[in-house]
């Protein structure tokens, strides 16, 4: 059972904006740097979205992570179909010693 | 460009061992380190473990400690993740992962290996 959570699924329609929440506690995304990953099952995960806010240069600035507090959120503009997959949050967790995923959300454009 | 290249597919018998291994192809091998994540079928992310690329210091997962071994041949920048007494549960897809450690933290994957699937029946 991970100790992030987030929500099973989000959709929106192609063009629009969905927001995928990441939530926590003050072991994990309260002290340490948050980061985002693309996933599609059996295909090797790709990094959106590092120390919180920053984003890898090849990653378009349709993608952008936030965090306040415990919680972490990725923001997804602009909607594409390649864009379907599994999102993962990710941060070390102090008290577990362990880096910790979150339950993982899978987008769907409508 | 830092590529992340991992062994073929393995099919163990419960109870035995597998060693799956994740070739690097950059320099960057020592400055950073290897994690090594699965993903059971239908399941989420799962991190197991870290080891650096430069003195063989290891992070593990509570969960895996005692039957995961990590470690690392420098010459060829490869490492290699071992998991011992395999089960049914441990079949997944296994993903290695260069990533930066401290002492005090680590900072999750940046680049990925293609993934290894490992079965584990009878």
């Known amino acids: 059972q991970s100790v992030l959570t987030q929500p099973p699924s989000v959709s929106a329609a192609s063009g629009q904006k969905v927001t995928i929440s990441c939530s926590g506690s003050s072991s994990n995304i309260g002290k340490n740097f948050v980061s985002w990953y693309q996933h599609l099952p059996g295909t090797a995960p790709k990094l959106l979205s590092y120390e919180n806010t920053k984003r890898p240069s090849e990653i378009p600035d349709r993608f952008s992570g936030s965090k306040s507090g415990t919680s972490a959120t990725l923001g997804i503009t602009g909607l594409q179909t390649g864009d379907e997959a599994d999102y993962y949050c990710g941060t070390w967790d102090s008290s577990l010693s362990t880096y910790v995923f979150g339950t993982g959300t899978k987008v769907t454009v409508l | 460009q830092v590529q992340l290249v991992q062994s073929g597919v393995e099919v163990e018998k419960p109870g035995a061992s597998v060693k799956v291994s994740c070739k690097f192809s950059s320099n960057t091998f020592s400055t950073f380190g290897v994690s090594w994540v699965r993903q059971a079928p239908g399941q989420g992310l799962e991190w197991m473990g870290w080891?650096?690329?430069?003195?063989?210091?290891?992070k593990y997962a509570q969960k895996f400690q005692g039957r995961v071994t990590l470690s690392t041949d420098t010459s060829t920048t490869t490492g290699y993740m071992e998991l011992r007494s395999l089960r049914s549960d441990d079949t997944a897809v296994y993903y290695c992962a260069r990533e930066y450690c401290d002492r005090n933290s680590c900072f999750g994957g940046d680049y990925w290996g293609q993934g290894t699937l490992v079965t584990v029946s009878s």
């Open positions: 080891i650096s690329g430069d003195n063989g210091r290891t």
